[in-house]
């Protein structure tokens, strides 16, 4: 079956430090792949996505790039904020039509210090 | 515009009450899907709609577990004889069509305690 493994946290970073936070998966077919992100006391939001290999999916300074090749989609930030501070879950969907249930990771709490 | 609501936020049950989850959806929205979220956990499926059809149940855990959407909108999942394996934050989400994988939008989920 479908999976996803995210690098386990929690991470804590400085203000300004570059971000990565892994994800790898595993999947029968070709999935979408996505990055939710749960702000503190808000409910899951898409972060950012990408549909087939090699798309890179980017929103609000982080980026992630669909790898095939090596089953990854990991994300990251060139300098992040304290308001990034977060639980960061990837996901992947292979919905054919009308099944587009969402498989995700562990999640990673990261936490930007100032 | 409104987003996905759900009701309770909290829910205290003691071991084999029945209890009532309710989802709204964002209005005109195809797809419902339902999640459970244990601590520290990711969220992990448990059935999907598309108006009122449920076309997926595969990831209901038990058959105390029953998930209903009769008019295509509001849905409930209802949990039979809780127990305290049940206890977990139940999530519903809903998108505007199939095919459009993966952009759910998420309502702040009911917190499920089973004492």
């Known amino acids: 079956g479908n999976s996803v493994t995210q690098m386990e946290g929690p991470v804590t970073l400085s203000e300004e430090a570059f971000l990565t936070i892994n994800c790898t998966y595993t999947?029968?077919?070709?999935?979408?792949l996505f990055w939710y992100v749960q702000y503190p006391g808000e409910g899951l939001q898409l972060l950012l996505k990408?549909?087939?290999?090699?798309d890179k999916g980017s929103n609000k300074g982080f980026e992630a790039t669909y790898r095939k090749e090596t089953t990854s989609f990991h994300l990251e930030k060139g300098s992040v904020q304290v308001s990034d501070s977060a639980v960061y879950f990837c996901?992947?969907?292979?919905?054919?039509?009308?099944?587009?249930?969402?498989?995700f990771g562990t999640g990673t709490r990261l936490t930007i210090i100032p | 515009g409104a987003g996905v609501s759900q009701s309770p936020r909290y829910k205290v049950a003691k071991r084999g009450q029945d209890v009532a989850l309710r989802c709204d959806p964002i209005?005109?929205?195809?797809?419902l899907f339902w999640y459970q979220q244990a601590l520290g956990q990711g969220p992990e499926f448990l059935t999907y709609?598309?108006?009122?059809?449920?076309?997926?149940k595969s990831g209901l855990p038990s058959d105390r577990f029953f998930a209903e959407r009769p008019e295509g909108s509001v849905s409930t999942l209802k949990i039979q004889r809780t127990q305290q394996e049940d206890s977990a934050v139940y999530l519903c989400?809903?998108?505007?069509?199939?095919?459009?994988?993966?952009?759910?939008?998420f309502g702040p989920g009911t917190r499920l305690t089973v004492t």
């Open positions: 996901a992947l969907s292979e919905g054919n039509f009308g099944n587009e249930k969402l498989t």
């Open positions: 989400a809903s998108s505007l069509a199939p095919g459009i994988r993966g952009e759910q939008y």
């Open positions: 990408a549909t087939k290999a090699d």
């Open positions: 709609f598309q108006n009122e059809a449920q076309l997926d």
């Open positions: 999947a029968t077919g070709y999935p979408s």
């Open positions: 209005s005109g929205h195809v797809s």
